[in-house]
């Protein structure tokens, strides 16, 4: 029987554009025949991210980046400073042809063979970017500069490291948290790909949304100091922004995610710092123009053994603010919605944590055992080290 942990946030946001599209304009969707304020899931998984990893060791924190090959140079000089430059060539290329360009494709064996040879004829071409972005975990970087160093004594280097099969599957206990949660894919050796133990939706808000100008202007203080005749504004300009409460939703496949990381204390971790981090941290663009930064009005987290549920539907038809806001009558809809569901359907959670920070979030507590915030990520680990 699968677990599942879903995470529901209702919160409320102050003028801002944590997420803008190419046009530098709040990010939006339509839903419920209007127009809502949007914030992307990868821009929240992003945020989430970052705040995990300042609390987690190095080994367990995730690269994604082209420049997987300036890493390992880095890494293996690290550990052999003396190495010749023609060895250490050798041993980054191996790694990249038999790691990233590992595919069994027809196409890819063309393209690794090619990059071999590039790297005869150019050294150099060794280091160069790969031409995706690789979501690695540091420890499986050091797994890879481990075997590499060792296989570097033998008379055939590649034959060696390829011999080792990293090309054919990644090692389970050598995955970062992020990978873990959020999977990848490695078009050029599918044998990498990482299925995502976690999905995240994107945010929307409850009721149609107003987007807005800020006009602003700066001035040039030199030119106001020696009272020129054009000492007006040095710059005009204008910034679009937006104000919402959103509902925000995400769900952990944690049996996906003990296998992902096939350590299940490991795991229990994750959920706790995934949690933790989903609930209490956004995205921040134009954090320093608008200072956004707050806290969710109220949030519920259900371990389930049945499925996963997204609950916008209880915000397909739009809430018009009235003299209370979004938020209040958000959060009565949502709590009328989940028992409705309940009643409706048979499915219930194994155990729900509610929390809230304001006073009209206190009807959470119909929906589950009240949990501080502070306290919700290592008590949903709790609940879910129960499910083993």
Not at 33 to 62: H, N
Not at 273 to 285: A, K, N
Not at 351 to 366: C, D, I, K, N, Y
């Amino acid at each position: 029987m699968s677990v599942f942990v879903d995470i529901h946030v209702l919160q409320t946001l102050p003028p801002s554009n944590p997420n803008r599209d190419d046009t530098g304009a709040p990010k939006t969707a339509t839903f419920g025949g209007v127009q809502r304020m949007r914030i992307s899931s990868q821009a929240i998984k992003r945020a989430t991210r970052e705040d995990f990893e300042r609390s987690i060791e190095v080994s367990l924190k995730g690269i994604r980046s082209k420049r997987i090959p300036s890493v390992l140079k880095s890494k293996i000089l690290e550990r052999k400073p003396e190495i010749s430059d023609d060895l250490l060539t050798r041993m980054v290329s191996t790694v990249i042809a038999w790691t990233f360009l590992g595919g069994t494709d027809k196409s890819v064996k063309k393209k690794r063979d090619k990059f071999l040879r590039e790297v005869k004829k150019n050294s150099e071409r060794a280091f160069e970017d790969v031409d995706a972005l690789w979501f690695v975990s540091n420890a499986e970087l050091d797994s890879y500069v481990n075997a590499i160093i060792e296989d570097s004594a033998e008379t055939d280097i590649e034959k060696a490291f390829k011999n080792r099969k990293f090309d054919k599957a990644s090692a389970k206990g050598d995955q970062s948290v992020a990978v873990a949660l959020f999977g990848r894919m490695v078009a050029s050796n599918v044998n990498l790909k990482i299925d995502a133990a976690c999905q995240v939706a994107h945010a929307i808000g409850v009721g149609a949304v107003e987007r807005e100008y800020d006009y602003y202007t700066a001035v040039d203080d030199e030119k106001k100091r020696n009272k020129e005749a054009d000492e007006g504004a040095g710059m005009i300009g204008t910034i679009e922004f937006a104000s919402a409460t959103v509902y925000r939703y995400a769900t952990i496949n944690v049996d996906l995610l003990r296998e992902n990381l096939g350590d299940d204390a490991v795991a229990d971790r994750a959920v706790e710092l995934f949690v933790d981090s989903f609930v209490r941290s956004m995205p921040t663009g134009k954090i320093t123009t608008f200072a956004n930064r707050t806290l969710p009005d109220a949030v519920l987290v259900q371990v389930r053994n049945d499925q996963p549920i997204n609950m916008s539907g209880a915000f397909e038809e739009p809430i018009v603010a009235g003299r209370c806001g979004f938020a209040e009558p958000a959060i009565e809809r949502f709590v009328e919605f989940e028992s409705r569901l309940r009643e409706l359907t048979g499915l219930k959670p194994v155990e729900a944590l509610v929390s809230w920070s304001t006073p009209r979030g206190e009807s959470f507590s119909e929906l589950g055992k009240q949990v501080r915030l502070a306290s919700l990520g290592e008590t949903a680990a709790e609940v879910v080290r129960g499910t083993r």
